[in-house]
């Protein structure tokens, strides 16, 4: 369970279980559009995109229908030509309820006019970050966060390395492995660019060597691209995280509460760079992604969907689930979410789905035997233990204090604990908790001194009278 490590901590969930074997063979397969599509407006952190269409509207394929409303956010395209029938609400598969726009397919697939660069390999950094934006990419490894805005540094600071992260190291899922295979060329083309037009002068591909043929693709694709290298790492979860990542390659360590241009790094998966190749050659903005369907069903497989395809596409397109399914996920099993409404749409950031049986239900928790696993486990070095056993008393102030906010929420500690502690959730309350109340006091601040501004305005207004 604990093998070879490159970072601090980490797991090796046993390789009998985890699923790849049985689906990294499978290639890329198009799923068929569908009838009916629902966009999320919401499919990226930060604010979400402000509709552009009505009801009754004919869009094509590649329209934005949502724009960005902010520098931390991203417009929405639409995956289908056809006719929009509601601009209302609908659920994600985390359960929030998020604004969407619902478009009727005609079958048609008639694109809006696209505009690929006209000077791809002369691409300065800003009209890079433009065409990026104006694609709605973001980061498909499932973190979703708006790829411009990684890519824009900030004062001071600058990209000195690309980190391409081909790791996939949550079981189960082998959509990007396909990826790496099947698109091997426009991948190291898309590095090569976003290096070219960014002045970087080193980008390393991370690849676990569990995928071994990927590696080789890799590494004689990139055999003609100065600064450009492939790095085989030993498999550890999660090594996908862009710190693991980052410290496994580089050995450089960002700092709590940091981000990885501190250190002079961006990550991006390989989905990403694929998007970013896609924009800059061919205009075509992010309507499509690559997902795995894994588990309990009856042909897992790794689909080529359109973004609001409905969940329950893919399992049909598997042939459903088996009867020993007793859990649906939605991205990996580690840091995956459950959900039971198939209805639910697929997102930019839906890497995986996946049908789990018993070893997916949580048995019941026994008391902390404090047997330290779950502080080898834990990649931020963190307690995972402590911080619990603070939320669970309400202790919020104390759980902070001891770095819950740090929690990359990997699982890492649920999966090792012998008393079956549900500590990853405990942590995803505790923060809610906190933000929650921080939000409040912000907003009890910002009224006192309102009223305050308005209390002096007025005593001046009198003086003035008087």
């Known amino acids: 369970m604990f093998g070879a490590r490159l970072f ?5 969930p046993r390789e009998g279980l985890n699923g790849k074997a049985e689906n990294s063979g499978n290639p890329i397969q198009e ?10 407006l919401s499919q990226h952190i930060g604010a979400p995109a402000t509709a552009t269409v009505k009801k009754g509207d004919h869009v094509l394929m590649g329209q934005v229908i949502g724009e960005a409303a902010g520098f931390v ?10 006719t929009v029938v509601e601009v209302g609400n609908c659920k994600l598969a985390s359960g929030a309820t998020v604004p969407a726009v619902t478009i009727d397919n005609d079958f048609q697939d008639e694109w809006v006019e696209l505009h690929p660069s006209e000077h791809p390999e002369n691409l300065t950094a800003e009209e890079a970050q433009q065409i990026i934006r104006n694609a709605g990419i973001v980061g498909m490894g499932g ?3 708006p790829t411009q ?15 391409i992260n081909g790791a996939e190291c949550e079981p189960y899922l082998t959509a990007d492995h396909r990826l790496m295979l099947e698109h091997t060329g426009e991948i190291v083309d898309g590095v090569r660019l976003l290096m070219l037009a960014f002045g970087v002068k080193e980008a390393v591909i991370g690849v676990e060597d569990n995928k071994k043929d990927a590696i080789s ?5 990139c055999s003609g691209v100065e600064g450009l290298r492939v790095q085989a790492l030993p498999v550890r979860y999660p090594q996908g995280g862009e710190k693991q990542l980052i410290y496994a390659i580089t050995k450089r360590e960002v700092p709590v509460g940091g981000l990885p241009i501190d250190v002079g790094c961006v990550v991006l998966n390989v989905g990403t760079v694929f998007a970013c190749d896609q924009a800059i050659r061919m205009g075509i903005p992010l309507v499509r992604r690559v997902t795995t369907v894994g588990g309990l069903v009856n042909n897992p497989g790794n689909f080529l969907v359109r973004i609001g395809t409905p969940v329950k596409a893919l399992f049909e397109a598997c042939g459903g689930t088996l009867p020993s399914c007793k859990q649906l996920i939605s991205g990996g099993p580690m840091m995956g979410i459950s959900f039971k409404d198939t209805d639910c749409p697929v997102t930019k950031g839906t890497s995986g789905i996946l049908a789990l049986g018993k070893e997916s239900i949580y048995p019941e928790e026994t008391s902390c035997i404090r047997c330290a696993r779950c502080l080898d486990a834990c990649p931020m070095r963190l307690a995972p233990s402590r911080m619990d056993s603070y939320i669970r008393h309400e202790r919020y102030d104390d759980a902070e204090k001891a770095g819950v906010m740090n929690c990359i929420e990997c699982g890492a500690c649920t999966y090792v604990c012998p008393a079956k502690r549900l500590l990853t959730q405990s942590f995803r309350m505790g923060k809610k908790v906190i933000n929650t109340r921080k939000k409040a006091a912000a907003a009890k601040a910002a009224a006192e001194a309102a009223q305050l501004a308005a209390e002096k305005a007025a005593n001046e207004k009198e003086k003035k009278e008087a």
């Open 8 to 12: 601090p901590g980490g797991i090796h």
């Open 31 to 40: 799923l068929p559009a569908v009838s009916r599509v629902i966009i999320p």
């Open 73 to 82: 956010s991203a417009p929405v395209h639409a995956s289908v030509s056809g």
């Open 143 to 145: 973190a979703t966060f």
């Open 149 to 163: 805005v990684k890519l824009t540094p900030g004062a001071g600071k600058s990209i000195e390395k690309l980190i």
């Open 217 to 221: 693709a890799l590494t004689d694709a």
